[in-house]
């Protein structure tokens, strides 16, 4: 209850996105922590590790805007199947916030090798600059294993 | 490094990378850089509570060295898209390894775009092999 009244009142002010500052020194300790000694990531206006959007969503989302509780998959049997990041021109650089929105996308199931039904769903993140231009699209492949 | 002088042909290998076995050390550092903090990939007492032999890689660690393999070769600022599919768990000790071959070069809006296959391939301390992740990922050269 408490959280549906959270959700209205949060659409009514910006539909439900969070902010996503992004750090020049978050870069380069991500870049540093997947082993890249690219000097790209390094600077004021350091450009993002290909998969540093993932960070978003482990740190900045408030848990009450996040879809993967309303998934209701059991979180003992959930697993990270794909993983995709689109940039829909240069990926983002330190300096920029960037707003994100996360939504459930396609749902389906299929049966377990091991006997089961294997639930899977993609969660979607749209992640927008300043001005609202759409700049990377994040999409997350979760599914749970049969019993 | 995108090489003007040498443009990348389909069927173009990249010069694989092994990296040394995977520590505990290396999971931690993600964890913090990322902010995945799932206790399974750090801390010993749970995952061996909950039935693993022990602590074991978080997916998007791995999946961060295959996608920065290919970034160092054509440039993180020309990336547009990579995905990356998870085959199997990574345990400490494991050797990483990183390969990617070029499969799609074709004339695009603003440049060149060049697609490459990627693969991680995951060798135990017996020496078994198998595919950890494998993806793929499009380049926009200028």
Known sequence: ?147 | MADNENPPQVGDVLEAVEYPPLTRTDIVRYAGASGDFNPIHHDETFATSVGFPSVFSVGMYQAGLLANFAADRFGPENLRRVAVRFSSQVWPGDVLVTSGTVSRVEDAPGGTEVDVDLLCTRRDDSGAEDVAISGSATFLLG
């Open chain 1, 1 to 147: 209850m408490a959280r549906a009244v959270l959700r209205m009142q949060t659409a009514d002010m910006d539909e439900e996105s969070y902010e996503f500052p992004i750090d020049r020194s978050k870069v380069r300790e991500f870049a540093k922590a997947t082993k890249s000694r690219n000097p790209a990531h390094e600077g004021a206006d350091a450009v993002i590790p290909p998969t540093f959007l993932t960070h978003a969503r482990l740190a900045w989302e408030p848990l009450e805007m996040s879809p993967v509780l309303d998934l209701g998959f059991d979180l003992g049997r959930l697993l990270h199947g794909e993983e995709e990041y689109v940039f829909h021109g240069p990926p983002p650089r330190a300096g920029q916030t960037l707003h994100v929105t996360s939504r459930m996308g396609d749902r389906w199931e299929k049966q377990g090798k091991r006997g089961g039904v294997m639930r899977f769903a993609k969660i979607v993140s749209d992640f927008r600059d300043e001005s609202g231009e759409l700049v990377a699209t994040q999409t997350t492949t979760l599914l749970e294993t049969g019993n």
